[in-house]
């Protein structure tokens, strides 16, 4: 079973950046399928990006243009790079693994502890 460990969150103010970082334990890493999900207090759970083992991305459009994944498959790290953050994008962002798109977008899959992510006006 993978093990997913979240870092990078914090308080930023609007119109800052935040780099999150995912790192999994497993060596077959470059196999899966990565992507990061958020959640806010009183919102329901929104994807915001996806990454194949291929490098293609999928960014929701929330956060198109500002926010980007990347993944290092040599460090089995998966990155989510987040600039121009507003007030709209605080909340707990979590990494998730699975083995294909399809069960990821779903919320299935292995997910990490969370890392909040406060931006202030």
């Known amino acids: 079973q993978v093990q997913l460990d979240e870092s990078g969150g914090g308080l930023v103010q609007s119109g800052g950046s935040l780099r999150l970082a995912c790192a999994a334990s497993?060596?077959?890493?470059?196999?899966?399928?990565m992507g990061w999900f958020r959640q806010a207090p009183g919102r329901e759970r929104e994807l915001v990006a996806t990454?194949?083992?291929?490098?293609?991305?999928i960014v929701a459009d929330p956060v198109k243009g500002r926010f980007t994944i990347s993944r290092d498959d040599a460090k089995n790290t998966v990155y989510l790079q987040m600039n121009r953050l507003k007030p709209l994008d605080t909340a707990v962002y979590y990494c998730?693994?699975?083995?294909?798109?399809?069960?990821?977008?779903?919320?299935?899959?292995?997910w990490g502890q969370g890392t909040q992510v406060t931006v202030s006006s």
């Open positions: 998730v693994t699975a083995a294909s798109i399809d069960i990821l977008k779903v919320g299935r899959g292995t």
């Open positions: 497993k060596r077959t890493f470059s196999t899966y399928v």
């Open positions: 990454i194949n083992r291929e490098g293609g991305i």
